[in-house]
């Protein structure tokens, strides 16, 4: 949602802006005059001392750019019922078609990713592990150390170019923006064709270079990307575009196909469909009920939100499916050794099967211990991860090069590290009833040399010196009670910890998943140790239970998180501890702060909507909020007219009005958006004097799919019309463009619920009306930043006591 966005009631003539404003904590305008009052005390986010006079700004991965909000609501104007009127069953059914068709090349797509992905990172990391093996069997130490701390320097570098200077938007997890999307709030490069190649390869080099991240959060925004890419038909800019696929251009389809990319791509991450489907639907699409058709006739949906949740189900869990199929066939194939160094390791899964899941009193308690850890350190990691971010973005405000030093610098520090650190661990002898070699010469394992002499293993380059997923695997294994020193996993911790704090929000694609389970994972493992006399759990187990509690901690979501840790682990017998330890962990952690992707949302100014009203909206009424001058058009309005309003302000939409003769007084007749009076204007469909159209008419001179919203970057600009002067004085008629059932709510709504109404129908605007008669049809126009607390709190700085 851009400045042109904020209000439909907003005048917002640049001539009249004052020079000094300060972006709110949402990224919007506010003039200094608004926050003079000392009690406003809400907190700002990282864009709060950036000028902007121009557009609402929010960071995008580590881009600093202009967003809007999307059209979700069906525009039910006279061209549409035409369109309707004269559709076929069979475009009908090509339609449905079309939409499962998608959804199977979204789960083909973002699975031939995943495997890409996994095979790419075991194969490159593979080789510089193997390369630093055979340097420190030769005891060639130096040579080793600037080998590995040159291949990741090397990898580190290349990630943090392809960000800095190709798609900075690539930067981060991803998650955050694709719940950004998915709550109705959109950006140019959030989702373009540049961000998806960035965050694949970026991904690859990232992870590779020895980072504490992981690849599972970029493969959610991958997936995102590719179904945007073909919702939207291509890309017009790279020559791919598909026209067979005009039925989708509308946010409405976008939003679901895109719901269905982020869930394959939780799917391809962790082989986990059903967590994948979950995860979607509690984390990013959470409580996100709005219009839709019907699946089989396409017809407005108004009430039947079940019906839209069900329908979306199903093609979620079909496109999971889909990814899951993709990488069973790739696993089959990769067993072969045709894959290089990939092999079962690349796509996770850690199998605990193997282990006992009985469990008695004890268990419990330590499973509470582990729960309240779980809480009080994920509290800490999200507040900590917010100090970083707010400090990073100092750094990466100053260009592409400060962003790639910093990220070189972290790979210095990660490099020394994972390499200086196990020289400070003790060898121990190798188990003599271990059903694998010992020490572990080539490849990954349990078991590293490093300096030891044969017939010892260093316990803590053995979780180093591995790629994450494998030092995840040899934490979860089990069996393995005293495999690992209590000292290397209190170091192991406190580096993985620390430095996943430093690591995330560096130019780089990057998941907090990862270095949240290699983390828990440790003082699950020191938990189960304290418990070991009295405890029957496998000490695998315990290291599980903890990721599930760090887990819990960070990101706050249950059902999701649970069921995707099962489908890892492949043990359905532990699934009332973990249920248990998520509970406690999330009860915890919630009494301290949000979860972090909340936190980050909130820090990179995107304007969220919250399921939940805020309680000092309860004192309020909707026309308290709605404040600035109403620009509204006639039903046949004058060239010249609508062309001013255009260029003197960004709004975009329009209240219209009918006045006599066209009615016997002055009646609202609905809401324009701007995107179809440029599309209109462009075409020049004008009246030399104020007839109306009649509905053969409309049909003959505009088309439906005129209208339809074109994708990013690619729609009709003010730029691009060409009018001349004897056409400033002609007409045009707004009726048939005119979406003649705007939501409207009376002036003495309470804006709580006009703010649970806005969010839960995912409207773009919200028209407020007198309540009454004889007043002007029309008091304003909410949009999204007027429920933004900083916003309210701005007008009513001392509200915020009335809880």
Not at 325 to 337: E, H, K, N, P, S
Not at 457 to 478: E, G, K, M, Q, V
Request: net charge neutral; hydrophobic share 45%.
């Amino acid at each position: 949602m851009d400045a042109e966005d904020r209000l439909g009631n907003h005048d917002n003539n640049v001539n009249d802006i004052e020079n000094e404003v300060l972006l709110d904590g949402n990224g919007f305008e506010r003039h200094w005059s608004d926050i003079a009052d000392k009690n406003v005390t809400f907190k700002e986010p990282l864009l709060s001392r950036r000028r902007n006079t121009t557009s609402q700004i929010a960071i995008v991965g580590a881009n600093v750019c202009p967003i809007e909000s999307l059209d979700y609501e069906i525009i039910e104007n006279e061209l549409f019922k035409q369109d309707w009127r004269s559709r076929k069953k069979v475009q009908i059914f090509q339609y449905v078609v079309l939409k499962w068709a998608l959804a199977l090349l979204i789960g083909l797509g973002t699975g031939v990713v995943g495997c890409f992905n996994n095979i790419a990172v075991e194969n490159i990391a593979g080789f510089k592990l193997l390369l630093i093996s055979d340097l420190m069997s030769k005891e060639k130490y130096f040579k080793a150390f600037a080998a590995y701390a040159g291949c990741n320097l090397g990898l580190a570098t290349i990630a943090a170019s392809l960000c800095a200077f190709i798609a900075p938007a690539a930067a981060g997890s991803g998650i955050p923006e694709v719940k950004a999307y998915l709550n109705g709030i959109d950006a140019h490069s959030m989702l373009a064709p540049s961000t998806l190649f960035v965050k694949i390869f970026g991904s690859i080099f990232g992870v590779s270079a020895g980072f504490v991240v992981g690849k599972e959060g970029p493969m959610v925004h991958t997936g995102a990307c590719i179904a945007s890419l073909l919702g939207q038909g291509g890309s017009r800019k790279y020559h791919l575009t598909w026209k067979w696929l005009k039925y989708f251009k509308n946010d409405r389809d976008r939003r679901d196909l895109i719901t269905c990319g982020a869930a394959a791509g939780v799917a391809a991450a962790f082989r986990a469909p059903v967590g994948g489907v979950l995860f979607a639907l509690e984390e990013a699409a959470s409580c996100l009920i709005s219009l839709d058709a019907y699946p089989n006739s396409e017809q407005p949906n108004y009430l039947a939100c079940s019906r839209w949740r069900s329908a979306l189900l199903w093609r979620t869990f079909f496109t999971t499916a889909v990814v899951a199929i993709v990488l069973r066939a790739f696993i089959q194939y990769c067993w072969t050794g045709k894959c290089g160094l990939f092999g079962q390791g690349g796509l996770i899964m850690y199998d605990v099967s193997s282990a006992a899941a009985s469990y008695n009193i004890p268990d419990i308690v330590a499973v509470l211990l582990l729960g309240v850890i779980g809480g009080i350190f994920g509290s800490l990691y999200n507040y900590l991860v917010d100090k970083v971010l707010r400090t990073y973005s100092i750094i990466n405000e100053r260009g592409a090069a400060p962003k790639v030093l910093l990220v070189i610098v972290i790979s210095l520090l990660t490099s020394c590290c994972s390499f200086g650190l196990p020289w400070f661990a003790k060898c121990i002898p190798c188990p003599t009833t271990s059903t694998v070699s010992c020490p572990t010469v080539d490849g990954s394992g349990n078991y590293k040399l490093f300096q030891c002499p044969s017939g010892y293993y260093n316990d803590l380059a053995s979780l180093f010196l591995n790629t994450n997923d494998d030092s995840i695997r040899n934490l979860f294994s089990t069996s393995t009670e005293k495999e690992f020193h209590i000292s290397t996993l209190f170091i192991f911790f406190a580096a993985i910890y620390c430095l996943g704090i430093v690591t995330y929000g560096i130019a780089i694609p990057s998941g907090l998943f990862i270095p949240v389970i290699l983390a828990g994972a440790c003082y699950g493992r020191l938990v189960g140790r304290l418990f070991a006399s009295i405890s029957e759990l496998d000490m695998g187990l315990f290291a599980l239970l903890g990721a599930a509690s760090f887990l819990g901690g960070t990101m706050r979501m249950t059902v999701s998180l649970c069921v995707i840790l099962l489908e890892l682990t492949n043990d359905l017998l532990l699934l009332p501890l973990v249920m248990l330890v998520l509970l406690v962990s999330k009860t915890v952690a919630d009494s301290f702060n949000k979860g972090v992707y909340d936190q980050i949302v909130k820090l990179k100014g995107l304007p969220y909507l919250e399921a939940h009203a805020e309680p000092y909206m309860r004192h309020l009424v909707a026309s308290d909020v709605v404040t600035g001058p109403l620009v509204t058009f006639s039903g046949i309005e004058k060239v010249g007219t609508i062309l001013h309003a255009l260029r003197t302000t960004g709004h975009n939409g329009f209240p219209v009005i009918d006045e006599p003769p066209l009615s016997d007084a002055p009646e609202l007749c609905g809401l324009v958006l701007r995107s179809h009076l440029l599309v209109l204007l462009k075409g020049k469909n004008f009246l030399r004097d104020g007839v109306v159209l009649t509905g053969e008419e409309i049909l003959q001179r505009f088309a439906a799919f005129d209208f339809a919203k074109a994708g990013s970057g690619k729609g009709v600009k003010l730029e691009d019309l060409d009018i001349s002067e004897e056409e400033m004085e002609m007409f045009v008629d707004l009726h048939p463009i005119t979406n003649a059932s705007p939501f409207t709510v009376f002036e003495t709504m309470s804006l709580a619920k006009a703010a649970i109404l806005f969010r839960q129908l995912g409207l773009r605007h919200m028209c407020i009306v007198p309540k009454a008669q004889g007043r002007p049809p029309i008091v304003g126009i909410l949009t999204r930043h007027d429920f933004m607390p900083e916003h309210i709190l701005g007008l009513y700085p001392r509200i915020e006591c009335h809880k």
